[in-house]
């Protein structure tokens, strides 16, 4: 019998999906809401991996009275974070060898995918993970801890996953109070939201390195289902809601989801949904959204003027459209199925820039785009770097508004068309890795300056920001949601506390500012 369980998140970054501080992924509340629905009095403890660190010996002594532990992580989409630091295997298979009792059950992508570890590698393979671990949840987590719950570890399946969200929508809402248990709640913890599942472009396959295909066809929550999640976690003291855990939260409520590769998007599905988050959580500081594939907007753009319009309307300012263009070499798009060839990448960004670019409450634009690039990518030459060097440079030239430019090296990830072609790819690498640094110092010195100097010039005042961390004698803040801007303060300011700064220069990843009142 299950009594007591321990949840050890390594933190997770996926293509839909963030679950490194200030945010909080889906897979704790999933799995804490499976257990709590069969059996509300297990004692379920939640642990970042941040706090492991910071106290491993409080750690172990809970860990090793506990009858099961899940460890939660892998980063498939690597990135760089101000809030925390994301475990690797390693790290996690030297904790997991100091603890000898209870049942080890990893969850996640990892399970899935293999371990991430960052741009440019390999994932640890599952066959390497299954040598640390007791079991390996393949499906869906809310499925397996019911069934552990309810037949014991035997009969539990970890290959089951959902056909639709009923049991899923009732474990977010009894998962949702974990939530207080993590180290950013009540300060500017983030809660991921997920509104469907899986890639509308699985009919053709997808992108050639990508994981959210491999669902297979979408299945969707119903509007009603996320309301009612939000209105739990706001009950339990969540204010920054981000609908970040979908491939194109613009398609989310379609009607051709499923039958076609880019579906129609439903404004109206939209506006219900928005409506009724902002109708049950009305002290919402921040609701942000994520991913928007540029190719829905291409192939539907008064559908698409409209369902951005709608999250304008109800949202907060600040907010970021992500761009998965990844290349604008034509070569690279048509190698690897990217979701958009370059000239109507940019039609996309000049859409939201359309609507976006209008300043809200707390200094920022409304919505911008935001361009994900990724390199290592089947079809890619030395010009590749020239080519999506020019069109960065077309699109500032055209006065258009660009939140930020990620640039990534492809992480090879277990069961994605990639890790069949894994020698292609890590030759590439290898050959392109001077090219690479090469041309992202380029881009940074000479591009992202002059994006950010357009959405924040010197002068501008910002609100509500948390001052996060310490840094020598700077104070760095942010305000919670989507990439925020990264606000370097010259004086030191308590932790957490909420300011706002007239900024006064502009760097390329970041601004330095005045604090104001503080």
């Not at 690597?78 to 925390?84: A, F, Q, R, T, V």
């Not at 309810?150 to 899923?168: C, M």
Request: proline letters at 7%; aromatic letters at 8%; glycine letters at 8%.
């Amino acid at each position: 019998m299950i009594r007591k369980t321990i949840i050890l998140d390594l933190y997770t970054d996926e293509p839909a999906g963030l679950g490194v501080p200030p945010y909080i992924n889906t897979w704790p509340r999933l799995v804490a809401g499976a257990i709590w629905m069969e059996n509300k009095e297990v004692d379920i403890r939640y642990y970042t991996i941040d706090e492991v660190r910071r106290d491993m010996g409080s750690f172990i002594r809970h860990a090793e009275a506990s009858d099961i532990l899940v460890v939660i992580g892998s980063v498939e989409v690597p990135g760089k974070y101000i809030g925390g630091r994301p475990g690797t295997i390693d790290e996690a298979e030297r904790i997991l060898m100091l603890i000898t009792r209870p049942l080890k059950i990893l969850v996640g992508p990892a399970a899935r995918y293999g371990f991430g570890s960052g741009g440019g590698a390999i994932a640890s393979s599952r066959n390497t993970l299954a040598k640390i671990f007791d079991e390996m949840i393949v499906g869906d987590p809310e499925i397996f801890f019911s069934e552990l719950m309810r037949y014991g570890f035997e009969k539990a399946d970890p290959r089951k996953t959902r056909i639709n969200y009923e049991l899923a929508d009732k474990a977010f809402v009894k998962g949702a109070k974990i939530i207080m248990m993590h180290p950013n709640h009540g300060k500017n913890l983030v809660v991921e939201i997920e509104t469907y599942r899986g890639c509308p472009r699985y009919i053709s396959g997808g992108c050639s390195f990508c994981i959210e295909p491999r669902w297979g066809k979408p299945i969707q929550r119903s509007p009603r289902s996320i309301i009612e999640e939000v209105e739990a976690l706001y009950r339990y003291g969540a204010r920054h809601i981000r609908l970040g855990r979908q491939p194109d939260i613009l398609v989310y409520g379609s009607k051709e989801i499923g039958d076609k590769e880019f579906p129609k998007p439903n404004p109206e599905i939209l506006e219900k949904l928005f409506y009724g988050i902002r109708n049950v959580a009305p002290g919402l500081r921040i609701l942000h959204i994520d991913n928007v594939n540029p190719g829905t907007i291409v192939h539907h753009p008064r559908e698409s003027l409209e369902a951005l319009k709608t999250i304008i309307n109800y949202h907060s300012p600040g907010d970021v459209a992500a761009l998965g263009i990844e290349s604008f070499d034509e070569k690279v798009v048509k190698t690897n199925n990217l979701k958009v060839y370059p000239d109507d990448a940019v039609k996309a960004i000049e859409i939201i820039n359309r609507v976006g670019r209008i300043r809200g409450w707390n200094g920022l634009p409304h919505l911008l785009p935001g361009i994900n690039l990724l390199y290592g990518l089947p079809g890619e030459t030395k010009e590749t770097y020239r080519i999506n060097y020019d069109y960065l440079k077309t699109i500032y030239d055209k006065n258009l508004l660009v939140r930020r430019i990620n640039i990534r090296q492809v992480t090879i990830l277990e069961n994605t068309p990639l890790w069949l072609r894994m020698d292609m790819v890590k030759n590439i690498l290898r050959r392109h890795k001077g090219l690479f640094k090469t041309y992202r110092h380029r881009i940074m010195s000479e591009l992202d300056r002059k994006f950010l100097e357009k959405i924040v010039p010197p002068g501008t005042i910002l609100d509500y920001l948390y001052v996060e961390k310490h840094i020598r004698n700077l104070s760095i803040a942010r305000m919670p949601g989507s990439y925020p801007i990264t606000v370097k303060i010259p004086y030191i300011i308590a932790l957490w506390k909420i300011i706002s700064a007239r900024i006064r220069s502009i760097a390329a990843k970041s601004v330095t500012g005045d604090p104001i009142g503080a």
